[in-house]
Each structure stands twice: as C-alpha cells, then as structure tokens.
T-cell receptor, first 111, second 114 residues
Framework: RKEVEQDPGPFNVPEGATVAFNCTYS??????FFWYRQDCRKEPKLLMS???SGNEDGRFTAQLNRASQYISLLIRDSKLSDSATYLC????????????FGSGTKLNVKP | NAGVTQTPKFQVLKTGQSMTLQCAQD?????MYWYRQDPGMGLRLIYY???????DKGEVPNGYNVSRLNKREFSLRLESAAPSQTSVYFC?????????????FGDGTRLSIL
C-alpha cells in the first residue's frame, strides 16, 4: 500500500467551478500535511499547509480528517491559471524530517 | 532572491559515467533533501540531511551518495550511472524551527542516462 494516495485525474472543469481533491495517507502518526502545486516540467511550489482545524487562503480551503486519515483541498471559482498538478505531502509518521509525496492530481480548467 | 539553486539544469550521461549534482540554498535552512521524480510518480526521497554534518537514507538511496558540504550545500553523486537513474532530480531545503515548516524546491536537474 502506498504511503500517500491521490486520484490522478485529470479533473476537467469549467472556469468558475468548484473542485475538490482528496488524499489519503497510511501512517496514523503523521503530523504535518501540505498541498503543493506543480506546473508542467517545473518544481513543486507550496500552495498551503494543512492545519488540524482546517484553513483557508483566498479561494483555497484545506481540511484534515485524522480519523479517516485524509486531507482535502477545495478550490472555489476556478481560474485558468489553476490548471496544474496538485501534490499531497505528508510527514513520515512522527519524523518531521521525512516526507511522502502523492503522485498528484491533475486539474485542467477550461474556458 | 535565489532560494534553492541546482546545477546543472540538464545533463546527458553514458552508462557507467559518474556525475555530481550540486545544490545550494541561501535561506539559512537546516535541512536539505534530494528527490527524484519519474513520470506518473510522486517525488521519492533519495537522501536527506537534517542538519549540517548528518545525512540519512530515504526511500531510494541505492546507486547514490551525498555530501553535506556545509550548511548551504548538499551534493548528490552518481558513481556509475545506470539508465534506471534517468529522471528529474529536485533538491529542497527546509527551516526546522517548527515541525510544520514546508520544503522549498530548486527548479530541478533533468538527467538522461544512455
């Protein structure tokens, strides 16, 4: 079983749509969670950290469900510029220095 | 505003050749990492250095060695390159003052082994 699993997509949505991605993780001891964005042939860039109580940054909302071991990312009012691959990142148990990356979920926002 | 700098950006090697990938960060970060990314797969950790003077294996360390030269620099060496090591290599760094600090990435080295 993979440490972190994501639906690869692609999710094809029109501009202005709301889209949500989930990511499941296998190690219940994991403590830190992040969403990264990766554009084609570019490096991953931090989108947002995920806090226990959930957090929002503009059109983006991240949630953590420890009981079911998943994190989610909600994007409201999608823009063409949101088209990218979204990577879920989880620490390896309680080792804050080691991270597992999901394979990513591809989002295509269409005009 | 350099952040994490990787050199070279592209490289083609023949099987059996050796090569060192360089990484430097100017953010005074404690931890540094080397990942590889293959098509359709997430980033996989090769080695990391939690602090200057320490290095540890990640998920896929075989065929690689690393050196944490100083706080700024962390290099990755392929002693005898194999076609299976064709990949995109990313270096990252992280400040470890708090547990939930994220990683910051360089823009990658695209390596092809023929």
């Amino acid at each position: 079983r993979k440490e972190v699993e994501q639906d690869p997509g692609p999710f094809n949505v029109p501009e202005g749509a709301t889209v949500a991605f989930n990511c499941t993780y296998s190690n219940s001891a994991s403590q830190s969670f992040f969403w990264y964005r990766q554009d084609c042939r570019k490096e991953p860039k931090l989108l947002m950290s995920v806090y226990s109580s959930g957090n929002e940054d503009g059109r983006f909302t991240a949630q953590l469900n420890r009981a079911s071991q998943y994190i989610s990312l909600l994007i409201r009012d999608s823009k063409l510029s949101d088209s990218a691959t979204y990577l879920c990142v989880v620490t390896q148990g309680n080792n804050f220095n080691k991270f597992y990356f999901g394979s990513g979920t591809k989002l295509n926002v269409k005009p | 505003n350099a952040g994490v700098t990787q050199t070279p950006k592209f490289q083609v090697l023949k099987t059996g050749q050796s090569m060192t990938l360089q990484c430097a960060q100017d953010m005074n970060h404690n931890s540094m990492y080397w990942y590889r990314q293959d098509p359709g797969m997430g980033l996989r950790l090769i080695y990391y250095s939690a602090s200057e003077g320490t290095t540890d294996k990640g998920e896929v360390p075989n065929g690689y060695n690393v050196s944490r030269l100083n706080k700024r620099e962390f290099s990755l060496r392929l002693e005898s390159a194999a076609p299976s090591q064709t990949s995109v290599y990313f270096c990252a760094s992280r400040l470890t003052l708090a547990d939930n600090q994220p990683q910051h990435f360089g823009d990658g080295t695209r390596l092809s082994i023929l």
